[in-house]
RNA sequence: GGGGAGAUGGCAGAGCGGUCAAAUGCACCAGACUGUAAAUCUGGCGGCGGAAGCCUUCGGUGGUUCGAAUCCAUCUCUCCCCA
């Protein structure tokens, strides 16, 4: 017999992240019924398995999923090996590539493997829309697709932009909030999450469920959560992004690059540090005694801890220090062997594959971006010679030990 | 079905017979300043070469020309207007 917390503790987890619940009394409703009937909340999460590269943008609306774990709902994954045929043009404006049956099962698998760090899989329900979508014949994608205008389509700030813009819009693109509507029908789904992008396709859910005579299910959306650089939001194309698999050392490295103003954001978003904590960053935040600096350290070993250890975010922060602040060689450096006494620091810099090519390392050079032991390289045809093995170093973060 | 416009580097967007490896902006890389923050400034941003220079690139293919991103033909794709 499931049992859940009072409702006023469940919304408060559930309120925590998330930009908009539509709506708050409907909500309440089904927590209330669920309680009453003894019977989880089948909360919905369609994943599109064409950016098998989770980071902690798409973690934020994973943890609220694991949240309604937590509370003991019945979360489900939607797989969307289906829908990922299409490619969802949410916030896109030009048409997502089209992905073969095997790069979806194959991103699908990755996909589900970094969601484990997130989700709780012993009770994670997952589904692939291709078993109800794909059994769909022609007749029922027509009947499917009169349940929705062009005009209402249209509204869709993406499709609007991209219309008025004069940039492609395809055909089966509108058919795309329909099938993930149908994933809700099909699943009778008590509440959808979402990025706030996809607010649009979860509405489309509450209406097909409603012609289909089921409730209409609570939506939730998550914010997107911004880069790194404070700008766009969390991307791969952007590189902007801190990945949820990054090593500690990255992931440190990269929260410690962020902006000042996303410090707050991210520890709202991308950390499960409790509200009073929160209000702590914001009150620090606001004063003048707090360096900004030091709240984001503490932030990055709390992002570090989540997805792998607080001893890691020591060993993240100290590692850190040392090359950083203390513009010290770190410990850890990765080894190329030269195979030779004396080499020419430019095929050093692109045999080892540190430099992509030549031309690139030379204006590394030129640019008094390279150092070897120390020691700034000024000429392009220096020879370097390797009685003991010495470390390159390129930009700031580009370290190698070069071994005789 | 008819008429018109267009396809340029990661993106946006100039160029419209040689001076174009291709303006400009964004992104990115490096340097200065810092808290690997932001902002700012400087340099860079196809490859090979010490350099001169050479090679590959402007949707695909063929052509005209001493010379083509630029002209012509054709193919593929896109947008707009009319029906």
Known sequence: ?????????????????AEEIISEDELIKRLERAEKDEKPLIVKLGCDPSRPDLHIGHAVVLRKLRHFQDLGHQ??????DFTALIGDPSGR???????????????????????????NLETLKIFRNGDWLGAMNFHNVIKLASHYTVARMLERDDFKKRYKSEVPI???EFLYPLAQAMDSVELNADIELGGTDQKFNLLVGRDLQRDYGQLPQVVITTPLLEGTDGVQKMSKTYENYIGITDTPS???G??????????????????????????????????????????????????????HSSKAAVEAEEAFDR????????????????????????????????????????????????TVNGEKITRITEEI???????????????LRVIP
């Open 250 to 252: 990255e992931i440190y």
């Open 1 to 17: 017999m499931p049992k859940f917390p009072s409702i006023n503790e469940q919304m408060d987890l559930i309120r925590r992240g």
């Open 93 to 119: 404006n030009k048409t997502r590539p089209h992905l073969t049956k095997d790069e979806v099962d194959e991103y699908a698998e990755t996909y589900i493997e970094q969601a484990g760090h997130i989700l």
């Open 385 to 399: 010679s390797l009685e003991s093995p010495v470390v390159l170093k390129v930009g700031k973060r580009r370290f």
């Open 323 to 370: 090359i950083f602040i203390q513009s010290d060689v770190p410990h850890e450096i990765e080894e190329w062997n030269a195979g030779s006494q004396q080499v020419v620091i430019l095929s050093m810099m692109c045999d080892s594959n540190l430099i992509s090519s030549k031309r690139e390392a030379r204006r590394l050079i030129e640019q008094g971006a390279v």
């Open 254 to 307: 990269r929260t410690m690059s962020i902006s000042d103003d996303l410090i707050y954001r991210y520890f709202e978003f991308a950390t499960d540090v409790d509200a009073s904590a929160l209000k702590d960053v914001e009150a620090e935040l606001a004063g003048s005694d707090t360096n900004p600096r030091d709240l984001k350290r503490q932030l990055a070993r709390e992002i570090v801890t989540l997805y």
């Open 170 to 172: 395809s055909i089966h």
């Open 75 to 80: 979360s489900v994954l939607v797989v969307g």
